[in-house]
């Protein structure tokens, strides 16, 4: 059974709980934050254009563009995302969001053209039919402005067997299974109710990030890891806490983040894609 929005109905149940407003300030949370607002900085064009942030969840990446002059209209799937998103631009006056909405990643709202640049922060992995997220991104494409961004992430094909590894989830049989069909197929499900083992979901491979943005007419430009080998550290918390040492970690992270060889370690990946007409 398929939400309205392509979001399934697990999914849907796992977001309502409000575990994605606290995700970026938890375990390494603050490291995948830094990174994405690094490469956001790096790729959109300056302010204040207009961007469109697909699946923006809460809009903690949408306020902080907001702040920094962007015009940024949120939609999500969610309702209590889009509740969320509200008051996070309510509660900063002197710059709002431009919009807030319910809507659907696979049919925009939005005439041909219309905006700057294109977020797309979600929806490539909780579309787990390849039709869908095609049409997504042949969405993003019909929407944004000639040589305007696609920012596209991923959740990588091996983030579970990695996590699983880290926090001795595999040691649960259950948690076992769902990481076998994770790495056959992509296709995450959990049966389970702990919310730790994630929602149902689609985990792409880069090769298969590069393919469908292709496919769609987009010229893929680049796949960075965003949070790279740092998650994996014992000591991150304590690495990240020491202005320092962050620098250095966020260095090397900046270092290989394009190598080929480590993408697969990385648990979220972000294309950088380019309409040319």
């Not at 607002?37 to 697909?54: C, G, H, K, M, N």
């Not at 197929?185 to 994630?198: E, M």
Request: a neutral charge; aromatic letters at 6%; charged letters at 25%.
């Amino acid at each position: 059974m398929k939400h309205p929005h392509a979001l399934s109905v697990e999914a849907l149940k796992y977001y309502e709980t409000g575990v994605e407003a606290q995700r970026l300030s938890t375990a390494a949370g603050p490291l995948e934050q830094v990174r994405t607002q690094e490469l956001l900085t790096r790729y959109l064009p300056s302010p204040p254009a207009v961007i469109l942030d697909v699946g923006g969840g809460p809009g903690a990446y949408a306020c902080w563009l907001a702040q920094s002059g962007y015009k940024v209209h949120l939609i999500d799937p969610v309702p209590l995302h889009v509740e969320q998103a509200l008051r996070a631009s309510q509660a900063q006056r002197d710059h709002p969001l431009a919009s807030v909405a319910i809507g659907d990643a696979r049919k925009l709202d939005r005439i041909d053209a219309s905006v700057d640049a294109v977020l797309l922060f979600g929806p490539l992995y909780h579309l787990t039919e390849q039709r869908d997220r095609l049409a997504s991104l042949k969405e993003a494409r019909r929407v944004v402005r000639n040589g305007g961004p696609v920012l596209a992430t991923a959740i990588c094909r091996f983030a579970s067997v990695l996590r699983g590894l880290y926090q001795g989830y595999l040691d649960d049989p259950e948690f076992a299974r769902i990481v076998q069909r994770d790495l056959i197929d992509g296709q995450h499900r959990n049966p389970t109710s702990n919310l730790a083992y994630f929602t149902t979901a689609f985990f792409h491979h880069s090769d298969e990030l590069k393919v469908e943005i292709e496919q769609t007419g987009l010229r893929h430009e680049k796949t960075v890891a965003v949070e790279g080998l740092g998650w994996l550290l014992r000591d991150f918390e304590e690495r990240w806490n020491n202005p320092d040492r962050r620098n250095r970690l966020l260095d090397v992270i900046r270092a290989l983040e394009s190598e080929p060889s480590l993408l697969g370690v990385s648990p979220h990946l972000m294309a950088v894609a380019r309409k040319i007409s």
